[in-house]
């Protein structure tokens, strides 16, 4: 079966485009010697964790239990939780993996930590520990240097607890290249203060991690930087187009839709809506839309729940039961609508993935 003849709305991933792009990030940490602990709320997949394992990933990044718990699946020896992990059901759930994989979580409160320090001697288990600073995102994190150092050192002391370095995600790393190099070379100073703080307190410093796709092959910018925590690169999307990450041949999801009216003027509707594309908005470039269309100069430019709105300057070309291929501005979200990706090589479907992470907010 080709692309333009599967059911739609579907999600498809090109698989030779995502392959190139996990092994351009795979072999630029190899290159400047930093490891890679992808995130997998892109994907949400065993089979494509399996792959950056395969490629050289130390370990995976999730944000929530419910997909550590998928993720233990994949045969990784670490995963680390990039959220804060509040309530004594989800420490224990999280406590039971430690008999299958190395349990790594970042906490910026030592009220968390001690939480973790109680669950973790009931169950007779260990957590590693990362201190989570804020390096200019501004959402989670206490402040870079003496105040990161303070925290660590008072969870460094409970029992059942391991504290092994710094976490910090690169947020606020956006924009054109010039910016985000601009913003690099600001937060260096962040992580050289607190990386210089620990190891004044006799802290571990063994793991400094670091986060985002922006920031990911600027990495190497930032001294003390240990690992890398990328997740939206193994498909790419809109926004890292925009911010010339990647061009559009490197983006490897398309959302493939059919046109079911053109009777209204000054539009055509699709059959995707708010259900099956992201309703995040473009955070670069036109910064309009919900994607773009790939067979002619058209954007999705309004969703209801089941309609998507195409607007273009001449919508003459569109035809009720034409098929068309959109990129969508964000593909993490757009993915976790989805029960299953379809898998395409050279404009054929050659298999399918369950999304066995969608939904696994808790």
Not at 36 to 54: D, I
Not at 217 to 243: A, C, F, K, W
Not at 298 to 310: F, I, P, W
Request: hydrophobic share 40%; aromatic share 4%; glycine share 8%.
């Amino acid at each position: 079966m080709k692309v333009y003849e599967v059911s739609t709305p579907a999600v498809v991933v090109d698989l030779d485009v995502m392959e190139r792009n996990l092994a351009r990030m795979a072999q630029y940490c190899e290159s400047h010697g930093i490891a890679l602990r992808p995130h997998t709320k892109t994907h949400k997949t065993l089979e494509a964790a399996q792959r950056q394992l395969e490629l050289g990933a130390i370990g995976l990044t999730v944000a929530k239990v419910g997909e550590a718990e998928v993720m233990v699946e994949s045969g990784a020896k670490e995963i680390l939780v990039a959220h804060p992990i509040i309530g004594d059901e989800k420490l224990r759930r999280l406590a039971a993996l430690t008999s299958r994989v190395r349990v790594i979580v970042a906490v910026d409160s030592l009220r968390t930590a001690e939480a973790m320090s109680r669950i973790a001697s009931e169950a007779g288990c260990n957590f590693d520990v990362l201190i989570e600073f804020d390096s200019g995102a501004l959402r989670c994190g206490v402040a870079a240097g003496r105040d990161a150092a303070e925290l660590g050192k008072k969870i460094s002391l409970l029992p059942n607890i391991t504290l092994r370095g710094l976490f910090t995600y690169f947020g606020s790393v956006w924009g054109n290249e010039a910016e985000r190099a601009a913003e690099m070379q600001r937060l260096t100073a962040d992580v050289e203060r607190t990386i210089k703080a620990f190891r004044e307190a006799g802290l571990s410093v063994e793991i400094v991690s670091a986060g985002s796709t922006p920031a990911a092959e600027m990495s190497h910018l930032v001294p003390g930087i240990t690992e890398i925590r990328p997740g939206t690169y193994i498909y790419n999307d809109l926004n890292t187009y925009y911010q010339g990450l990647c061009g559009l041949e490197d983006c490897a999801v398309r959302v493939v839709t059919t046109v079911v009216s053109t009777a209204v003027p000054g539009h055509a509707i699709v059959d995707a809506g708010s259900k099956t594309f992201s309703s995040d908005l473009l955070s670069a470039g036109p910064k309009v839309g919900y994607g773009e269309v790939m067979e002619r100069t058209a954007r999705v430019s309004k969703l209801n729940e089941e309609h998507g709105y195409l607007t273009a300057d001449d919508l003459t070309g569109f035809a009720v039961g034409q098929v068309l291929t959109v990129i969508p501005n964000h593909v993490c979200t757009c993915i976790n609508m989805h029960d299953e990706v379809l898998l395409a090589r050279q404009g054929e479907i050659v298999g399918s993935w369950n999304v066995a992470a969608r939904g696994k907010v808790r």
